[in-house]
Each structure stands twice: as C-alpha cells, then as structure tokens.
C-alpha cells in the first residue's frame, strides 16, 4: 500500500447520496457498535472527513461552542457532504465521549481497514514501518503514530493481543494522522520480524543497552522495520533476539529513558533525516 499525500486541496470521497437529517436531536443516540469507531477531537474529525478514506456516518457537536475556523470547517463539510450533523447540549454530550477532553465534537465512522503486515509492504518500494511491541498507553500510541506520519513513515504495525487498541484517546492524540497511514497488525511480533527479513526489510530495535547510536545507523535509506517496546519493560527478549540489529538514543542527563512516544519522534525523524541525506548525495 502506498502512503497518501494529503495537500490542502484534498476532496473527499464520502458517498453524496445519503440523505440530510435534521440538525439537531436531544433524543437519538449515536449509531456505535462493534461495527464503527468513534473519533473524538476537532482536528481528529476533520481528518477522518477530508481524508475520505472510510465512512463518516454522523458527526455530533456540543452547543455553545465558540467560533473557531476547524469547528466551521466540520459544520461545512458536514453540511456538503451529507453526512449527519447532531448537536446536544453540554451535559449530555459529554455523557457520549470517553476521552478527557473531546473538545466539543465526536463522529461515528467505519473501523478503519483491517490490514496484513504484507498490506504495509505492497506499493512501496522503500517501506519505513514501525512496528510496536506491546504498547499499551493510549496517548503513547497516538503520539507515535502522530509522529511517525509526519516523518514519513509507510505504514504502523501492531500486536493483536497484549497492546492497546485504536480507541478515541488514540485518535484525537494522532490529530487524525490514523488516517493517513496504513496500520495492520498482527498474531506475534517477533513471527512478523522474521516475515519482514523474508521480505527484504531490516528490522532495527530500540533499546537503551544496545552498542550502536541511532545517528550512526547505516541502513536508514534502505527498507525498515523500526521496533519500539513496551513503555516500561522495553523490547521482548524474543522481539530483541529477531531485530537485525539494535540501536540507543544516547542520553547525557540523570534520568535513564526517554518515553516511548518521545523516544520514536526522535527515531523517526532521525531516519527521515538520514533518508534526505542519501537523496541529495
């Protein structure tokens, strides 16, 4: 799968044939079942509307928000695009959301696509995939994700089981980057390493007693696998043991570790750095 270029002239390609709903409901619930996500956050929503990529069924908004150009730009594409637009008062929206701030406006979309590690490598012919080992902060996540798209990475690999899922905490941390980058998962991390070397890609893990600097890594500009671990136990020994080779972040103060999320922005812009290099060589 290749990675999307978004540009502020996206056009979405949400269905123009569904029918407009009233503004305003004080009485229907959202349409939320294990067949939708819900996405909480302004930026998160406008996202998941312009990028076009899944359904948006329904947005809903809280009243007595204050004019702000991202609220106007949902309302509007709303309104274009026929997708149904509820507003409720303060208390009762607040009862709808799960995140600690959703800013004044959640939508009900289709779950994102279910992908295969082979979906990350199909279309690219330099894949920059990270692959996350048991993350389970939700905020970690979306800031790694986050940060990962804005580096250039093709694609987000995640466990099955023994990690946290894409929930609305997720989301609204990524600012809507979940929509502009593949992300599949997988039955076991270091069996989807192993899959990676058959595929060509190398596979370099994080880990603060690793020999080797990040900024001394030599296979940035070729296909990669960057493997975070967990926020407190770091790679699994298994995962540790099928990583082609590992790498630290060198660190000068007292405190041991930088968090995950902060951690992978350095990685990852580290290896978009390296990668630019390469090009103007």
């Known amino acids: 799968m290749s990675k999307r270029n978004p540009s502020p002239k996206r056009k979405s390609s949400q269905n123009k044939q569904w029918n407009r709903t009233p503004n305003r409901s004080t009485k229907r619930r959202p349409d939320i079942n294990e067949n939708s996500q819900t996405v909480e956050g302004r930026h998160a929503v406008r996202e998941a509307i312009l990028a076009g990529t899944r359904r948006v069924r329904e947005v809903h908004m809280s009243e007595g928000l204050d004019s702000a150009s991202v609220i106007d730009d949902i309302a509007n594409l709303s309104q274009e695009l026929r997708i149904p637009l509820r507003k409720h008062g303060k208390a009762k929206f607040k009862s709808m959301t799960t995140t600690e701030s959703a800013q004044g406006v959640f939508a009900v979309c289709d779950p994102l696509p279910d992908l295969e590690l082979e979906d990350l490598i199909e279309g690219t012919d330099k894949p920059f995939i990270l692959v996350l080992d048991s993350i389970t902060d939700p905020r970690n996540l979306g800031s790694i994700i986050r940060s990962g798209e804005c580096a250039g990475a093709t694609g987000i690999l995640l466990p099955r089981h023994r990690s946290v ?83 630290k972040i060198p660190i000068s103060g007292i405190t041991e570790s930088l968090n995950v999320g902060a951690a992978s922005a350095i990685g990852c812009f580290e290896i978009a750095r390296q990668r630019l290099t390469k090009v103007k060589e």
Not at 169 to 193: D, M, N, W
Not at 224 to 240: D, F
């Open 165 to 247: 899922r894409i929930t609305p905490t997720v989301a609204k941390t990524a600012q809507g980057a979940i929509e502009h980058i593949p992300i599949a998962t997988t039955s076991g991390i270091p069996k989807a390493l192993s899959r990676l070397k058959e595929l060509g890609v190398w596979t370099v893990g994080m880990d603060m007693s690793a020999d080797a600097d990040i900024y001394n890594l030599r296979v940035a500009s070729e296909p990669l696998a960057l493997v975070l671990g967990n926020e407190g136990s770091g790679l699994g020994r298994l995962t540790r043991e099928r990583c082609d080779l590992t790498v």
